[in-house]
């Protein structure tokens, strides 16, 4: 049973520009949540998808967007990048009965 | 913020039971109790999560106070591969609800 699956692993940008992670959830599941986590901080929440809609957001601009499709996968773009946007991304994937989240190995975006 | 306390940092022997310990004291009645943990640069892992019963599973054990303000997550026989960053987490279970993640504690399991 596959689990959760990110690409791609590693990735280098430059300020200014817009980039695409991707997000294939736990077989069976149908939520995904995205996250961002700094260099030496907890994962921060960034929105989640279900039925092919954000549910819910946390405290991020709108220059975070997503996407969930009908296959339950889901992505995540951000636009007009900054050195600040330098972190791990992470995607986690739940379904009822257990609402427990289960994470993927995340991308780690470079922001130059 | 963060609904829970717990200590920066740990150390423990190799083959003893690691004990980590989570402050929660405004935890409300609906709020499970959750504990991921995360090895270095990967993702987080779920370990286990109870409501106010102690539970148990193969990777380790959740011991909860009766008045719910704190908890225990106990690794019976720690391994180097158990040193990792440990977070307890409180939540609700319900659809659209996130995790919200403290800083952790830093286990080190020593030889």
């Known amino acids: 049973d596959a689990g959760v699956t990110q690409s791609p692993t590693h990735l280098i940008k430059t300020r200014g520009q817009q980039v695409t992670l991707r997000c294939s959830p736990k077989s069976g599941h149908d939520t995904v949540s995205w996250y961002q986590q700094a260099l030496g901080q907890g994962p921060q929440f960034i929105f989640q998808y279900y039925e092919e809609e954000e549910r819910q957001r946390g405290n991020f601009p709108d220059r975070f967007s997503g996407h969930q499709f009908p296959n339950y996968s889901s992505e995540l773009n951000v636009n007009a990048l900054l050195l600040g946007d330098s972190a791990l991304y992470l995607c986690a994937s739940s379904s009822p009965p257990g609402y427990e989240q289960y994470f993927g190995p995340g991308t780690r975006l470079t922001v130059t | 913020d963060a609904k829970t306390t717990q200590p920066p940092s740990m150390d423990c022997a190799e083959g003893r039971a690691a004990n980590l310990p989570c402050n929660h004291s405004t935890i409300s009645g609906n709020e499970y109790v959750y504990w991921y943990r995360q090895i270095h640069s990967q993702g987080p892992q779920y370990i286990i999560h109870g409501l106010k019963n102690n539970e148990t599973n193969e990777m380790a054990s959740l011991i909860i106070t009766e008045d719910r303000k704190s908890s225990t997550l106990i690794l019976p026989h720690a391994t180097l591969r158990d040193t990792a960053v440990y977070y307890c987490?409180?939540?609700?279970?319900?659809?659209?609800?996130?995790?919200?993640f403290g800083p952790g504690t830093r286990l080190s399991v020593l030889p």
């Open positions: 987490i409180v939540r609700v279970d319900n659809y659209g609800q996130n995790f919200v």
